[in-house]
DNA sequence: CGATGGTGCGCC
DNA sequence: AAAGGGCGCACCATCG
């Protein structure tokens, strides 16, 4: 027997800005009434909720959307969840002793630099050291706190005055690296299967996106040598290979969908890469030439411009002046006219609906869009902005999930999906179906959804998810 | 002692 | 952080 009703699907999908869709949350909520612990009663006040919720489910045209794309994907995650990922416990094994070492020297460098020791966690600590005990200037203090603020960038704007900032920031990094990944991924190894399975949750983000949990496998690093190695922790069986599928611009390609802007979906018919282009307008560096960092540095400054970085923000990332980064926003959505009239519309569409929409239908409300407090509006505009498209990303990647699993099973293949991370799939496959699983995958993601602009996916293979990306 | 809030930061 | 969005986790500080 199938599921017909799921009501944690249903509450997500009605209302995705809840706290909670566990039954028992669900059922008070919904029916106002405290969930029975006797079984028969709970099964009862279930059927009477899915009753509810199914009705509802059709009169927010979200029949679709759960049938054919939620209720499916909930069987996928559950297989990939239980077929886990393989970590090589030796690589982080030999990064902690490693990272041991240079966390205790640089320990000692930021106490003398300091002039005592401190705890170097605190950045409660931290803040009165650096703008009372040694009278750096600045000292900006963080609203809900009074603390001094002491995150990165503001280290860095002091690090020409004291070597400490820069020190700290080191140790933050290798820190961070170490206690939430290398010290923390091998205790996740099941004791059974000898490998990691994390939760992917499919009620949590607001914009329809999955997340992922115990272990979040969704943030593992990638920026620095450091992060490279330990994603290179994350390794196929022998005898197998990882395949990594990246789609290539998501969000823009479904913003030129979406806005109809004629440059954009040109850009998109000549297979242009729009995330270099920025990087070679902001830091002067052609294509060639371009570093990860760059390109990653670029792709923050486009989905930033778009979803409504100030000018204020954007010179703060960049290092020019506020002046031209309000040239260049300008100058952005004036090449693209239509992006700009479509932000607007969405902007519109929450204001008279209180809610925006996917591509797909999904909802999300927003709630504070005609707020009087300024900052809450805005941050509201910005979220009427951002949904439809992250959002219309995660429809997509979902539907792919479902679609690509559906081929390996009537295809009796042996790979197997083993993460998913917004808009990547990465696959674990026996080195003699290599070929036919790329063939696969290509085929359903680039072909999940014909739109204005061609889907193009990033396919790489490796023994690790390093080498595979 | 555990829960909660805040800060900071890893990724997309 | 006043002003890209979306997450989860580690750690400190504080509260009850
Ligand atoms: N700083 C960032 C990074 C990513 N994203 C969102 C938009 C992206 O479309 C999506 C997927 O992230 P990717 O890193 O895969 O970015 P792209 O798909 O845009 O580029 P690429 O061609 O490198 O895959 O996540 C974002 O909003 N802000
Ligand atoms: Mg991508
Ligand atoms: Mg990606």
Redesign the pocket.
Known sequence: MGVAHDTMLYSYLLEPLAGSHALEDVVLRRLGRKLPSALGEAAERTRELSALLAPEIAREDLQRLYEEIELPLAAVLAEVEAVGVRLDPQILARMSAEFDKELAALTGEIYDLAGGPF?L???????EILFEKLKLPGG????????????????ESLAERHELPRKI?EY??R??????YI??LPRYIHPATGRLHTSF?QT????G?L??????L???????EF?LRIRSAVVAEKGWLLVSA?YSQI?LRVLAHMSGDALLIEAFTRNEDIHSRTAQEIFGVPAGLQTHEHR?MA??IN??V?????S???A??TGTSKTEAQEYIDAYFARYGKVKEFLGGLVEEARRNGRVRTLFGRLRPIPEINSKD???R??AE??A???PL?GTAADLLKLAMVKVQARLHREEMHTRMILT????LVFEAPKDELARAREIVRAEMEGVYPMKVPLRVDIGVGSNWKEA?
């Not at 820190?175 to 939430?180: D, G, P, Q, V, Y």
């Not at 997340?211 to 979040?216: A, T």
């Not at 991370?421 to 990547?424: I, L, P, S």
């Open positions: 705890d966690d605190s950045p409660k600590q931290l803040g900006r203090r963080l609203k809900k706190s009074g603390q001094y603020s002491t995150e990165a960038s503001v280290l920031i933050r990094t820190a961070k690296l170490k206690s939430t010290d923390a949750n949590v983000a607001r914009t996106r997340s992922s949990s115990n272990p979040n969704q943030n593992i690093p990638i920026g620095d992060g990246d969000e990653r792709k923050a989905y930033g778009i979803y409504g970085l100030s204020f923000g954007l703060g990332r300024v900052a809450a805005n941050r910005r979220e902005m951002n949904t992250q991370v917004h808009d990547e990306k």
